[in-house]
């Protein structure tokens, strides 16, 4: 939340921002608030920020990023949340299980919708690594939240998942179809739990 910090009035509901100039003037006080330094990214000179949760002022904290790695526990309160690592659908990939609540948010790669798996970096090796890395801490969660899909799933969509990946890597049966997604010619597989996109390797091999 935005105030001012000459008659502390709630800056959020003013319209007295100026883009053009990235200045901003009080509409209660007609206090100058801010100026050009803003567009380069510095402090918001003359206006205080707060939390909302402990009233603490924002301006003196620093807010970097800081990267999370496999196994760190973040401290939200009385939340911690757990990160794991899930390459495969990208090398990035991570999950965040919520520890007490019993919930892991998995990003893309544990859904009901389309997996990409298609380009660089996406490897479906690590992927069914990865989905065999949450099985095994399938005791420790009730509900997956995904950024696709319905939520939440039941944990049984793991191993649907992990079976079509596998049907697909070792060639078992699985029936593509030939597709073209972003001028990039791909292999569709709809598996039934989800449809994994990857890669047209045949096409791929005639070019070379």
Known sequence: MYYCPNCNADLDDQFGFD?????????????????????????????????????????????????????????????????????????????????????????DPIQDGRIFMFGVQREMHAYIHSLERIMSMSGEFDEIFSSHGTCPKSPDIIKKLHGGALEILTGGGAKGKREEIFGKPIVSYDMGVATFLCDDTAKEDKKA
């Open 19 to 107: 883009p053009s100039n990235g200045t901003w003037t009080c509409t209660e006080c007609g206090q100058f608030l801010m100026d050009d330094d803003i567009a380069d990214g510095d402090t918001y000179d003359g206006v205080a920020w707060f939390c909302d949760n402990c009233n603490a002022l924002l301006n003196r904290q620093s807010g970097k990023i800081v990267p999370v790695h496999d196994g760190d526990i973040i401290e939200l309160g009385d939340r911690p949340l757990k990160i794991i690592e899930t390459p495969g659908h990208t090398p990035g990939s991570i999950a965040i299980l919520d520890i007490k609540k019993r919930r892991i948010f998995t990003g």
